[in-house]
């Protein structure tokens, strides 16, 4: 009993030293990751948080109108509200300290009503309104007859609180009726689910063009000797390096009605009049294909670089025909490679804007162009915030879904 | 004494150079064939007055005005801006009042030109247009445009709704001065994304305004709307692209004054500068695009007139494009075209 006890305390003491060691050398490691998880804290996480705010934030007119809200609280949503709801609103309009309240209360009512952009600017250009509630009422009357109508008034009840689902609703073509019940949009407002489903079409296909293209190309590569599969990656590489607008031009060039490619078959006779490959769907995809094709021909080119020639070679003296030794002992061996690639291209290409803007029609844009229209041209950040987040949703879904099949991490071997 | 001269010399450096940094404004523009003709008119010019421009080219991104003035970061002085951000950036506080005073006087410009925040630069026009060397049946109305049978061909359109569902409504019978009044109401809406529906299969879309008379010149398409001043820059590098006139969608463009910029005095004498009859002249001659200050026309002859939105002819069955309009629906309308196009 007294020996093991005094057995037991220097080892409890090499323990103890043991996990100070590991545990210092944690806090070592930590330390020198702490620049990165600082830098990704402050130029991922934060931006994506501030974003996933911005979706759902709504400020204006709770910000703006606070007394309009209150007064109406109880009324029914369908018909003309009380004189009292006008003698608010007019009260709320003459408290905002700045015209810049004013303009983004109006510009927020008017993405959820078209038309209260000028209604709200004429009231609050019209002040001072005085007078008991109901000369109010009849003075905004006069002003514009579309207080009367009910859309504008439900448009501020609606957004009373801080806080919105509207605009994540919009993105997934949904919104909240009167009473706040969610129902679809009507059918002439129904388009991101459309340009969703179209950007995982055409980010789909780049993906499978280019693996079609990169496998034999880097299966190739990789049974060159060193050298030469140098020379000819650096073949792979220039176009990697060059701008993507110039590559963009470059194609425009080439795949014009009287450019390279119409006038080069139209002389070999293999068609009578030019084809059209620009300004549509097939335009995006020859240009976005080409330029994400280095993306999938790396780490393709790594993973077979490392697969050892024996096992095919044993695969076949072991009486395998070549060719099922290629796909049962080669092909399943690069897996690895095809997923990397692939997850990189898809994920490249889902975010693609100035390819399809510049190469492709109405229909091929995808939904990148919709997020930076509603960045820079409507000013409509909360709605693009939205598309943003639906984006980043539908991205960590699928990265989900390739994790469960692949069982793997992404690996760039 | 010797020391004081010193002091007064370093001084008067002192001076001298931060008048020079006071003169010095960014004017940003919207870049091309216009640019051009601003810096030959403008900015150029002005220089001998003391005031150095750095012109800064963008696409009309209102978001980077908000920016600057969000942040109080103001780097801009002058921006030049499409006609609907004019009143959208006045209400939202991203602009300067103007004061005309220091300007021009407010007569003898264009009455669309004044306004609020913004001062009208130039006019222009978004037309139809075709290859004068490839088309043997020259257009003769807006429904011709829409009809493949009569003219068949490709079409370019702007890859949007604006003027596109004027131009629909034209072409369907709409009289010039109802296309608005159709336009705001459901069903004239619904029957202007028809009249686009039937064209569908045979419109190329453009996105940049060099796009379009680039795929006329290729033949890719045979009719295309088009801003007016690019049609005259590609006839002044030896194209033969035509205009056809009636129906065209005039508009202006405005500059304006980010809130908070800290160079309001050259900011006014720029704009004092460029606003005088005969430096807008100089522009003119430049670039197809109409002066905002009367007095200029005066200053030009025939040849530059027959080309500009402005002159008698060009713009008897214009249309004058409707900002409030498209303040107010243009979210919605475009929203609804890419619910269109998508379809």
């Known amino acids: 009993m007294s020996t093991s006890a005094s057995m037991n305390a220097p080892l409890g003491d090499l323990r103890e030293a043991l996990s100070r060691a590991e545990s210092r050398r944690k806090w070592r490691a930590f330390t020198l990751t702490l620049p990165l998880l600082v830098f990704l804290l402050l130029t991922l996480l934060i931006p994506i948080g501030a974003l996933l705010m911005r979706a759902v934030e709504n400020p204006e007119v709770a910000k703006a109108l606070p007394t309009t809200v209150e007064a109406l609280a109880g009324w029914d949503r369908t018909s003309q509200p009380q004189a009292a709801a006008y003698a608010a609103l007019v009260r709320d309009l003459s408290r905002l300290p700045d015209t810049a309240d004013a303009g983004a209360l109006a510009r927020r009512l008017n993405t959820e009503a078209p038309g209260a952009r000028s209604l709200i600017m004429g009231a609050y250009k019209a002040l001072p309104i005085e007078g008991d509630a109901e000369s109010v009422r009849q003075q905004l009357l006069d002003k514009d007859a579309r207080w009367a109508e009910p859309e504008f008034w439900q448009a501020i009840a609606k957004?009373?609180?801080?806080?919105?689902?509207?605009?994540?609703?919009?993105?997934?073509?949904?919104?909240?009726?009167?009473?706040?019940?969610?129902?679809?949009?009507?059918?002439?407002?129904?388009?991101?689910?459309?340009?969703?489903?179209?950007?995982?079409?055409?980010?789909?296909?780049?993906?499978?063009?280019?693996?079609l293209l990169a496998y034999p190309l880097s299966y190739w590569l990789s049974t060159l000797s060193e050298r030469k599969a140098n020379v000819l990656m650096i073949v792979v590489l220039v176009p990697f390096w060059t701008s993507i607008l110039v590559r963009v031009a470059a194609w425009i060039v080439l795949l014009q009605s009287e450019g390279l490619?119409?006038?080069?078959?139209?002389?070999?006779?293999?068609?009578?009049?030019?084809?059209?490959?620009?300004?549509n769907r097939t335009g995006v995809i020859i240009s976005m294909t080409h330029i994400l094709l280095p993306f999938m021909i790396l780490p393709l080119y790594s993973v077979m670089k490392s697969v050892p020639p024996t096992y095919v070679r044993a695969a076949v003296s072991l009486g395998s025909a070549p060719l099922a030794a290629f796909a049962r002992v080669y092909i399943p061996q690069t897996l690895p490679g095809v997923g990397?690639?692939?997850?990189?291209?898809?994920?490249?290409?889902?975010?693609?804007?100035?390819?399809?803007?510049?190469?492709?029609?109405?229909?091929?844009?995808?939904?990148?162009?919709?997020?930076?229209?509603?960045?820079?041209?409507?000013?409509?950040?909360?709605?693009?915030?939205?598309?943003?987040?639906?984006?980043?949703?539908?991205?960590?879904?699928?990265?989900?879904?390739?994790?469960?099949?692949?069982?793997?991490?992404?690996?760039?071997? | 004494m010797k020391k004081s001269l010193i002091a007064l010399a370093s001084l008067s450096v002192c001076f001298t150079l931060s008048a020079r940094a006071e003169d010095a404004i960014t004017v940003v523009n919207f870049g091309g064939a216009n640019a051009?003709?601003?810096?030959?008119?403008?900015?150029?010019?002005?220089?001998?007055?003391?005031?150095?421009?750095?012109?800064?080219?963008?696409?009309?991104?209102?978001?980077?005005?908000?920016?600057?003035?969000?942040?109080?970061?103001?780097?801009?002085?002058?921006?030049?801006?499409?006609?609907?951000?004019?009143?959208?950036?006045?209400?939202?506080?991203?602009?300067?009042?103007?004061?005309?005073?220091?300007?021009?006087?407010?007569?003898?410009?264009?009455?669309s030109a004044v306004s609020e925040c913004g001062v009208g630069v130039f006019v222009w026009s978004t037309v139809m247009a075709y290859n004068g060397d490839k088309l043997k049946t020259a257009p003769t109305s807006w429904a011709d445009f829409f009809d493949t049978k009569k003219i068949p061909g490709k079409r370019g359109m702007r890859k949007g709704a604006r003027y596109n569902l004027e131009f629909a409504l034209l072409a369907d019978g709409v009289k010039p001065a109802d296309i608005y009044k159709v336009l705001a109401t459901k069903e004239g809406a619904d029957?202007?994304?028809?009249?686009?529906?039937?064209?569908?299969?045979?419109?190329?879309?453009?996105?940049?305004?060099?796009?379009?008379?680039?795929?006329?010149?290729?033949?890719?398409?045979?009719?295309?709307?088009?801003?007016?001043?690019?049609?005259d820059a590609a006839n002044r590098e030896g194209r033969n692209l035509q205009i056809f006139?009636?129906?065209?969608?005039?508009?202006?463009?405005?500059?304006?004054?980010?809130?908070?910029?800290?160079?309001?005095?050259?900011?006014?004498?720029?704009?004092?500068?460029?606003?005088?009859?005969?430096?807008?002249a100089v522009y003119a001659q430049n670039i197809a695009y109409g002066p905002t200050n009367k007095?200029?026309?005066?200053?030009?002859?025939?040849?530059?007139?027959?080309?500009?939105?402005?002159?008698e002819k060009n713009a008897k069955d214009a249309l004058q494009f409707n900002t409030a309009f498209w303040a107010d629906q243009g979210e919605a309308l475009e929203k609804r075209f890419a619910a269109w196009a998508t379809q």
Request: hydrophobic share 45%; aromatic share 10%.
């Open chain 1, 261 to 279: 490619v119409n006038s080069a078959l139209l002389d070999i006779g293999v068609i009578s009049k030019p084809l059209e490959l620009l300004f």
């Open chain 1, 159 to 211: 957004n009373g609180s801080r806080w919105t689902p509207d605009y994540l609703l919009a993105s997934v073509d949904l919104r909240r009726d009167a009473n706040g019940h969610v129902e679809r949009m009507p059918e002439e407002q129904r388009a991101y689910g459309g340009i969703l489903l179209r950007t995982f079409q055409i980010s789909l296909i780049v993906t499978l063009l280019c693996l």
């Open chain 2, 295 to 311: 007095k200029a026309l005066a200053k030009l002859d025939k040849k530059v007139l027959a080309d500009l939105p402005t002159s």
């Open chain 1, 340 to 413: 990397a690639g692939a997850l990189l291209v898809f994920i490249l290409s889902i975010g693609y804007y100035i390819t399809p803007a510049l190469l492709g029609g109405a229909d091929d844009q995808m939904l990148s162009y919709y997020i930076a229209r509603y960045t820079n041209v409507e000013v409509n950040w909360g709605m693009a915030c939205a598309l943003g987040a639906l984006l980043l949703a539908a991205t960590m879904l699928l990265y989900g879904v390739y994790r469960r099949l692949g069982k793997t991490d992404l690996a760039l071997a």
């Open chain 2, 36 to 111: 051009n003709a601003q810096k030959v008119a403008y900015y150029e010019p002005i220089a001998k007055e003391g005031i150095k421009v750095t012109a800064v080219e963008y696409n009309g991104e209102q978001a980077k005005v908000k920016a600057m003035v969000d942040t109080k970061n103001v780097t801009w002085d002058v921006v030049e801006v499409e006609s609907p951000d004019v009143a959208r950036g006045c209400d939202e506080g991203l602009f300067e009042k103007l004061d005309y005073s220091k300007i021009a006087p407010k007569a003898d410009l264009l009455p």
């Open chain 2, 191 to 231: 029957r202007a994304f028809k009249k686009l529906t039937s064209l569908k299969p045979s419109i190329q879309w453009w996105e940049a305004g060099a796009q379009a008379p680039q795929i006329l010149v290729a033949g890719d398409v045979v009719l295309s709307t088009v801003y007016n001043g690019r049609i």
């Open chain 2, 245 to 280: 006139w009636p129906g065209g969608i005039y508009d202006l463009d405005y500059w304006v004054i980010p809130k908070g910029t800290a160079k309001k005095d050259a900011v006014y004498k720029f704009l004092n500068f460029a606003m005088k009859p005969e430096n807008q």
